[in-house]
């Protein structure tokens, strides 16, 4: 007999020495196994059977093998053992995903991928990464990371490189990175606790606050501290040079530096060049390693109101005798008669350090205009020896019209290299804290109406002397100035007299002067206390040690 063939529906076929096992044809359905009974393969550990009227029993020894193009589950699908997938798991299809959820060990503890959110909650859960070496990747190309690759730290991988790392307490930007704040620019660690350039918010001013005719071969400070104007040729040019109040609102100035032309040269000599400076002791600049492999990027910062737009230069110039070296960098105004901020970036210098001590050993130049002489080379934006054709290549005249007025504040000079998104805020000095730095350099004495200021003692009826002590020791050896030889009262126990000389004691101290004076009568004898006083409110006696 080839087949067995059962033509009637609900047919029983009975099996064993008691009719225990049963198989029942179902019309158009299949074959029933009785409910007690189980389909076996090989031996009992691998059958199918159903324990109850709603559930399907697989069991095998060691595994169960699905073979097919796809699976599709429909409905809950419970694993209670451990699982393990060779490919790829895909839930859902694209656009129209579904929730995924993993439950932990703990109550309550579980991981969920919403689908609606397009978002990984973890309720009372944590992702482990331990041991990864790359921890979370975040970008296509795998170079941007966060990872912990020893125990209590986190380091984040931008780029490639390592930026920041995170420990217990600190927070750290290795070499290279920065934190920026939006506001206030880069939170990185100034190598200097005060600002390299003093009077960078030009709100000191001892000698004046405005001086006329400066141009005519008068290079020198004459109105704001530490801001000396230059210039080199026979230029026509003057100026009117004047401690304002126009600056850039909301920045925190309250003054600025003011250049009005106020006799014009459209055509300057070939020779003629002229400029802003503020001038460094070597010893001050010690930090920038000039001279060696690890010399640092330098950024000089600040805001400027040109009546001109185009090219301008700023220039750094090494002004110790065995190096004379200059890097020029221009900067572009966009709209004159405008503030607006400028950031100049220098190259390190690896020749030539700057000598340790309180001479002038480094200058930082603004140029107002240059005649053929500085602007016929090409513009050195690397260090070099000094080419005067190549220090100001492209410098507009801001001294052509009468009308021009330059204004500048807000000068600072930072150690690297800085954006106008990074370079960190200007830093702000209390008055007296500036005025004291300026002192070191220039310190001035104004009279108040017939202010005291100073005493000594007669040696014979018209001669003597007074100390002045100074506020901050100077810089170096000092000269002596006045309004008037007139203008400064000598006075006795019994009487008073104006100073006919006045000069200093050859024995300088830097801390304070011995002035000498004589007076042009008999107003005391030897010994009797003197004092000094200026007599007016334009009277000034003045100690100078700048740069």
Known sequence: MSELRLNTDGHIIKLGADNDVTLTHVHNTGLLLNSTMQLQFNDASQN?????????????????????????????????????????????????????KLFGATASSYMLWDESANSLLLNASTIDLNGTADGLILDADADTTISSPTDDQIDIEIAGADDFTFTANTFTALTGSDVVSADYGSY???????????NGD??????????????NADSGYHTLDRWRFSEGGDNSTEFTMTQDTDVPTGKGFANSLKMDVTTADGSPGSGDAMFLQQRFEGQDL?????????????????????????????????????????????????????W?????????????????????????????????????????????????????????????????NFYMTGVQLEVGEYTSATIPPFQHESYGNNLQRCQRYYYQVTGTG??????????????????????????????LSYSAVGDIIITSVTAEADSTALALDTSLSLDAADVRFTVGSDIATIGHVSVMILKDSGSYLSFDAEL
């Open 202 to 215: 030009m709100a000191i001013s001892q000698r004046s606050t405005s001086v006329t005719g400066v141009g």
């Open 188 to 198: 990185r660690n100034r190598p200097n606790v005060n600002p390299l350039i003093i």
């Open 450 to 479: 017939k202010g005291r200021f100073a005493t000594g003692n007669f040696w014979d009826e018209n001669d003597g002397d007074v100390i002045v002590t100074f506020p901050q020791k100077m810089r170096a050896a000092y000269s």
């Open 48 to 100: 199918i059977n159903a324990p109850s009227a709603t559930v399907l029993d697989i069991n095998a020894t060691d595994e169960i093998e699905l073979n097919a193009t796809a699976i599709d589950l429909n409905g809950t699908l419970d694993v209670s053992g451990n699982s393990q997938f060779s490919g790829t798991i895909t839930v859902g299809v694209d656009d129209t995903g579904k929730d995924v």
């Open 340 to 404: 607006e901020k400028h950031i100049v970036n220098f190259p390190a210098d690896t020749t030539g350090a700057l000598d340790d001590d309180n001479a002038n050993s480094f200058e930082i130049n603004w140029y107002l205009l240059a005649g053929t002489d500085f602007t016929s080379g090409t513009l050195a934006t690397t260090w070099e020896a000094r080419t005067s054709a190549n220090r100001a290549v492209g410098q507009v005249n801001v001294g052509d019209n009468t009308s021009n």
């Open 286 to 338: 010690q930090l920038l390693k000039k001279g060696t492999a690890s010399a640092e990027k330098i950024t000089v910062s600040f805001w400027v109101k040109s009546p001109k737009t185009g090219v301008h230069i700023v220039e750094l110039q090494d002004s110790d005798t065995t190096n004379a070296r200059n890097v020029s960098i221009s900067y572009t105004i966009a709209s004159a008669n405008t």
